[in-house]
Antibody, heavy 125, light 107 residues
Framework: EVQLVESGGGLVQPGGSLRLSCAASRFSTFSSYEMNWVRQAPGKGLEWVSYISAGGSNIYYADSVKGRFTISRDNANNSLYLQMNSLRAEDTAVYYC?????????????????WGQGTTVTVSS | DIQMTQSPSTLSASVGDRVTITCRASQSISSWLAWYQQTPGKAPKLLIYKASSLDSGVPSRFSGSGSGTEFTLAISSLQPDDFATYYCQQYNSYPYTFGQGTKLEIK
């Protein structure tokens, strides 16, 4: 069974930085899949954060994190990353990585079909 | 940004009931809509993609319909495992957006 495992969460002060990682295992070819970060604040709904295409050439961000967060991937090591800078209290959430499958001319055709278990980020002084 | 609005926010039902959840988009998203199920402390699980296609392994009591701006998730005969929170999500354009969620509770 394919698996995504996030890590790197923790407690950080406002204005600080964290780097989240997402390790993919049992994927046929990690480099074939688009990836996303989605977060969920305590007691709240889901919020899409960022997307990166299979080869890394297309990247998108939610307005709430644009300019502060950077998504990247290392296909040789089956890993996805989220560098989070200038963190704010409102960034406190569980962060999930989620896989998408593209077909020609259509990103995420099948929705987000595989999710990690999440890693918790708490921004507080 | 495309706004997604789900109704109702909370739904009380009994095992065996048929229930429907509605999701409306602020502009047309064609059929680029997914439904997810989430239980407390767990990651979301994909149920339906492209508005009406069932993901692999999802029971056939779940079904999705709609296109354009109005969509529906139906569960034909509720089972105990179905009591959870359900989210719709549009992937027609960035930023992807989710509905606020519908909590399905046991009556």
């Amino acid at each position: 069974e394919v698996q995504l495992v996030e890590s790197g969460g923790g407690l950080v002060q406002p204005g600080g930085s964290l780097r989240l990682s997402c390790a993919a295992s049992r994927f046929s070819t990690f480099s074939s899949y688009e990836m996303n970060w989605v977060r969920q604040a305590p007691g709240k709904g889901l919020e899409w954060v960022s997307y990166i295409s299979a080869g890394g050439s297309n990247i998108y961000y939610a307005d709430s994190v644009k300019g502060r967060f950077t998504i990247s991937r290392d296909n040789a090591n089956n890993s996805l990353y989220l560098q989070m800078n200038s963190l704010r209290a409102e960034d406190t959430a569980v962060y999930y990585c989620a896989r998408c499958v593209a077909v020609p001319a259509t990103e995420c055709y099948y929705g987000m079909d595989v999710w990690g278990q999440g890693t918790t980020v708490t921004v507080s002084s | 940004d495309i706004q997604m609005t789900q109704s109702p926010s909370t739904l009380s039902a009994s095992v065996g009931d048929r229930v429907t959840i509605t999701c409306r988009a602020s502009q047309s998203i064609s059929s680029w809509l997914a439904w997810y199920q989430q239980t407390p402390g767990k990651a979301p699980k994909l149920l339906i993609y492209k508005a009406s296609s069932l993901d692999s392994g999802v029971p056939s009591r779940f079904s999705g319909s709609g296109s354009g701006t109005e969509f529906t998730l139906a569960i034909s005969s509720l089972q105990p495992d179905d009591f959870a929170t359900y989210y719709c999500q549009q992937y027609n354009s960035y930023p992807y957006t989710f509905g606020q969620g519908t909590k399905l509770e046991i009556k």
